[in-house]
């Protein structure tokens, strides 16, 4: 639905879709810059620590839908996340052949230095709006977090029939 009075977008660029991942991308290149050069962690590998930071245990297939990555990219980087003794494997115990991933010890030590880090870089980003636009922000973000997720499945259905 358009408004007949608001301008349409004329070129990629000023599609939504587009600045908002632009946004995104330069947000990820702020952390990127950081964790890389203080903590040794690239974009994917902070977000795998942090999601199990805050919400372990995950399944590599959920964890890799919520890092949105595919899951041997995932698996790829779970395995060194591994080996530098960051992530653990445990049984999942509501399926005997599936596996549950958290933080180690030294994986939520990290967790506790980096993630203060993401919150003051959060923090820095959104200072240029006022509480009344962050809380605006926070509203917008989930109808159109809401709204895409009902284009995808709708996109989905109308791609099975």
Not at 89 to 117: E, I, M
């Amino acid at each position: 639905m358009t408004t007949p009075d608001r301008q349409q977008p004329a070129n990629l660029k000023e599609l939504f879709s587009f600045r908002l991942n632009v946004l995104a991308h330069l947000s990820s290149k702020i952390a990127a810059l950081v964790n890389e050069h203080e903590f040794g962690l690239d974009s994917r590998e902070w977000r795998i620590i942090g999601l199990l930071g805050a919400f372990s245990p995950f399944s590599l297939q959920t964890l890799a839908r919520e890092v949105n990555v595919d899951k041997s990219q995932a698996s790829r980087i779970v395995s060194g996340l591994i080996e530098r003794g960051l992530l653990q494997r445990s049984a999942d115990a509501n399926d005997g052949r599936g596996v549950q991933l958290s933080l180690t010890p030294q994986g939520k030590t990290l967790y506790r230095k980096v993630f203060p880090k993401a919150v003051k870089r959060n923090d820095a980003l959104l200072s240029v709006l006022s509480d009344e636009d962050r809380e605006c922000l926070e509203r917008v973000l989930t109808l159109l977090t809401e709204r895409a997720l009902e284009l995808v499945a709708d996109t989905r259905q109308k791609a099975r029939k």
